[in-house]
């Protein structure tokens, strides 16, 4: 059975930064893997994601320049840099993983299969 297990968020300073991860374990060949955010009271939504070998990245334009996507392949990981943090990054973030590979459904939640339990992201002002 596949599980992905995020870590890494918390509580930090507008204008701090924060490194989530995220590890895959058990049998699984993702070709997408992807970061999404849930702020309370709103729906879950894209914030990135990456093709296998970081060839292709997407990100959510509210947080273009500021959070970069990486895989480590080798470690079944996926990290999300997140720098300038704003009050409104406050969610909880979740990565989820994709087999097909890339198209235009992949900053779409339904096209992914497997999904971490989140870790919160506070940001105070």
């Known amino acids: 059975q596949v599980q992905l297990v995020e870590s890494g968020g918390g509580l930090v300073q507008a204008g701090g930064s924060l490194r989530l991860s995220c590890v895959v374990s058990g049998p699984s060949s993702f070709n997408v893997m992807g970061w999404f955010r849930q702020a309370p009271g709103k729906e879950r939504e894209f914030v990135a994601a990456s093709s296998r070998n970081g060839g292709i990245t997407a990100y959510a334009d509210s947080v273009k320049g500021r959070f970069t996507i990486s895989r480590e392949n080798a470690q079944n990981s996926m990290y999300l840099q997140m720098n300038s943090l704003k009050p409104e990054d406050t969610a909880v973030y979740y990565c989820?993983?994709?087999?097909?590979?890339?198209?235009?459904?992949?900053?779409?939640?339904?096209?992914?299969?497997?999904w971490g339990q989140g870790t919160q992201v506070t940001v105070s002002s």
């Open positions: 989820a993983g994709k087999m097909w590979g890339w198209n235009r459904e992949t900053m779409q939640e339904p096209s992914y299969d497997s």
